[in-house]
């Protein structure tokens, strides 16, 4: 009878198929029954073209992969579940307790599956704990919570109200002072006019221009002077 084996991982469109691809190239097919599949796959996708060109490196064909999403029926039937994380790991286990002693991650079971599976159990005892002193502190104090988020959306609608009527009334004030702005741009740019920039931390061009400027006005007012 042949050997079940599953790799597990995301999308079933890079990690989990290539290990699936991999291992199927690695030993004999009579030996050992493959298949992957992904937590959150969407049924068929292809593989990933990179993932496809790193097999293709390897002489390993893998254009007729089509993903598929983990079922009960495969955590059912596999001897052996691989996975490509903890956290995939982890969340087959809280989907199906009953699979636990099967699944491992792919490192953990290649190297030290005795000490990755403490860490495991011991993380699984933090989220437990995690949970229960949410729901716990959830019990004291979501009344008062809820009343508070409600307060705060209560809030924050007076706060976009208060903000449309300033922007109202900043739009009311701006057509009615719209005129006297153009009239006083105008001024300015005539008394702007009436300037010799400072030329000061400028390019050389820039100085160049001032001189010029100045000479310009000087020869202008040289009648003037004499008649001053």
């Known amino acids: 009878m042949k050997h079940k084996i599953l790799f597990v991982c995301t999308g079933n469109t890079c990690r989990s198929s290539m290990a699936e691809y991999i291992l199927n190239d690695l030993v004999e097919n009579e030996k050992y029954q493959v298949k992957s599949a992904g937590l959150s796959a969407m049924e068929g ?7 496809e060109q790193v097999m293709d490196e390897k002489g390993i064909d893998m254009s007729g992969h089509q993903a598929q999403r983990l079922t009960e029926e495969l955590v059912d039937e596999a001897d052996l579940i691989l996975t490509m994380t903890t956290q ?12 636990r002693g099967k699944v491992f991650t792919l490192k953990e079971f290649a190297e030290d599956a005795d000490e990755l599976e403490g860490l495991t159990e011991e993380l699984q005892e933090v989220y437990s704990r995690i949970n229960s002193k949410r729901e716990i502190f959830l019990d004291e104090n979501g009344a008062k919570i809820e009343r508070l988020r409600k307060r705060h959306q ?4 007076e706060i976009g109200e208060i903000e449309d009527e300033l922007n109202r009334l900043e739009e009311e004030l701006s057509k009615e002072i719209a005129e006297d702005k153009k009239e006083l741009k105008r001024l300015q740019n005539e008394m702007q006019s009436l300037n010799v920039s400072d030329p000061f931390g400028q390019p050389i061009s820039v100085y160049r221009q001032c ?6 006005h000087i020869k202008l007012s040289l009648d003037k002077i004499d008649d001053f």
């Open 45 to 51: 996708d292809s593989a990933a073209p990179q993932a």
């Open 88 to 99: 995939h790991k982890s969340s087959i286990l809280n989907m199906y307790p009953d699979c």
């Open 154 to 157: 209560e809030l924050m609608q």
């Open 211 to 216: 001189a010029k400027e100045i000479e310009k």
